[in-house]
């Protein structure tokens, strides 16, 4: 049976860590659908459009990798894709617990639905987009964190 994973995140913006943990995930499943999730009182810092063209952009010559956008519950949006696991990245102990947490109560949502987890890359451990987003917003050039074709420096807010 085909194996796939959703890759949820808000990945505002998608960050080389992010692109490394589905890269290397590609070697667990025949399908990641990258899904960046919607909250519309939550609309985040890079509009959705934007977000989704520039994973696109990283992706585009990667034939097992989807890209879309969900809103409601991770295992509801699993169910309609037919896919079976969910694929996080771990950098440090407070992601862990986060994440435990996360993927606890989804399992109890969905007991077939697993949660498979990647840690980081040692160089990876300080990037995050919250970091990204601080570099921009003080007109810094934060383009070392992100991979080619998330062209943040050509978006003007
Ligand atoms: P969320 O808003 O759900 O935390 P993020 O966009 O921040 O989503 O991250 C999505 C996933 O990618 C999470 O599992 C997060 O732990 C993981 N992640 C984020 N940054 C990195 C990184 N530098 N290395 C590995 N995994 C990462």
Redesign the pocket.
């Known amino acids: 049976m085909q194996k796939t994973a959703i ?6 913006p998608f ?4 692109e ?2 589905v890269r290397r995930g590609l070697s667990l499943f025949d399908k990641i659908i990258i899904s960046v ?1 919607y909250n519309s009182s939550k609309k985040g810092y890079f509009p959705l459009e934007k977000r989704l063209e520039w994973i696109g952009n990283v992706f585009e010559n990667e034939p097992a990798v989807e890209v879309t956008w969900f809103s409601g519950l991770t295992v509801d949006f699993c169910r309609k894709m037919n896919a079976g696991f969910i694929l ?4 440090t102990a407070a ?1 862990f617990e986060f ?1 435990r947490a996360i993927a606890q109560v989804n399992k109890a949502m969905d007991n077939k639905i697993e949660s498979v987890f ?1 840690l ?1 890359i040692p160089e ?2 300080p ?3 919250t970091i990204v987003r601080d570099i921009i917003r003080h007109g810094g050039d934060a383009s070392r964190f992100v991979p080619r074709g998330v062209n943040i420096g050509d978006y003007k807010l």
């Open positions: 890759f949820p995140g808000s990945f505002d960050t080389i860590g992010h490394s943990i999730g996080r990245g771990l950098r992601d994440e990647l980081t990876h451990t990037v995050n987009s």
